[in-house]
């Protein structure tokens, strides 16, 4: 039976679509949010026939911004070149289409099965619901294994762009990895997330915290109090920070508690467990190890444990100097 559906109203449905499976990517999955395939730019690819609809979601040519295309059989009259058109094969289209890649199966059961046609055109119908249980299937499917879910129609495979769930990273006299890997999840926090911290803090914080501020992006650390230096000693460089910073610029933000040990750097994609403090020794002067991961269930674990300290430390009661 043919469908009524116009190219205004499926296009107006793939919008609908793409936006609640990113957003409930993102709510879902934060850690996983930027290698899943509908993050960032993707083109949508629809083609009406007279009697059935296909759908492909691709990244072929890297488009910058979302691109929706919808064809039917007047756009293009050659699909009589495809090899059965009473009932084209939806890879035959798309290889006629000149599409080289596709992402699989995460969209389409999901796109097809809340797709309703009706007299009206179609419905949207609890597409949420379908796409948490695909979501979770492409979690174990591809992100837990590692491989890449793109599908390769013609042409060569595109490397995988599947990030590494677990990663060691270190500071030794001449590398950095560690120190990189934490100015690079400073650098990936963006507006609306919350950024959490534990351990010393020196003045390789300083410019960090502040590029959070800039950029609208809260935070939360627990520390230490430092100890006052001695008549005729210089402070140090952990002293002049909390005293000048940490109390005087971001009181809410921090608490005090005496026996913490666990050096923790926590974003809502990605966090870093070692055995480095955010100071002016740990960046340059000593060996350094630890473990970053973009693990959801571990990151949960993490700001569980987090809340389990914050609960438990004391907060900052006052701006005042010398404290």
């Not at 059935?52 to 293009?76: C, G, H, L, S, W």
């Not at 042409?155 to 006299?173: D, L």
């Not at 480095?276 to 991961?293: C, V």
Request: with cysteine; net charge neutral.
């Amino acid at each position: 039976m043919p469908f009524s559906i116009s190219k205004d109203q499926l296009r107006n449905y793939l919008r609908i679509f793409i936006h609640t499976y990113r957003s409930h990517i993102k709510k879902e999955y934060p850690a996983y949010f930027n290698q899943f395939p509908f993050y960032g730019a993707l083109r949508a690819i629809c083609v009406i026939t007279h009697n059935r609809i296909y759908a492909i979601f691709t990244k072929d040519d890297e488009p910058k911004t979302t691109q929706i295309d919808v064809f039917d059989v007047d756009d293009i009259p050659d699909l009589s070149r495809v090899k059965d058109v009473k009932n084209p094969k939806w890879e035959d289209i798309f290889a006629f289409l000149n599409i080289e890649t596709y992402i699989p199966d995460i969209p389409h059961r999901t796109f097809f099965s809340n797709l309703r046609m009706t007299k009206e055109g179609y419905w949207v119908e609890e597409i949420a619901q379908q796409i948490a249980l695909d979501s979770v299937m492409f979690h174990y499917d591809y992100v837990e294994s590692g491989k890449d879910p793109t599908i390769v129609l013609k042409g060569v495979a595109k490397p995988s762009t599947i990030v590494p769930r677990y990663t060691f990273v270190y500071n030794t006299i001449d590398e950095r990895s560690l120190t990189s890997e934490i100015e690079k999840i400073f650098d990936a926090a963006e507006e609306g997330e919350e950024i959490l911290i534990t351990g010393w803090i020196g003045s390789f914080a300083v410019p960090l915290l502040n590029s959070l501020k800039n950029k609208n992006v809260k935070f939360r650390i627990i520390t230490h109090k430092p100890t006052p230096p001695e008549s005729k000693k210089n402070p140090s460089d952990e002293y002049i920070v909390f005293t000048t910073i940490l109390a005087q610029k971001y009181p809410e933000s921090v608490k005090i508690l005496t026996n913490l040990h666990g050096r923790l750097l926590i974003s809502d994609r990605e966090a870093l467990v070692s055995s480095a403090d955010l100071t002016k020794d740990s960046r340059e002067g000593k060996y350094e190890a630890g473990i970053s991961t973009t693990d959801g269930l571990t990151i949960s674990e993490l700001k569980k444990f987090f809340e389990k300290m914050w609960e438990r430390a004391e907060p900052l009661r006052t701006k005042k100097k010398g404290l």
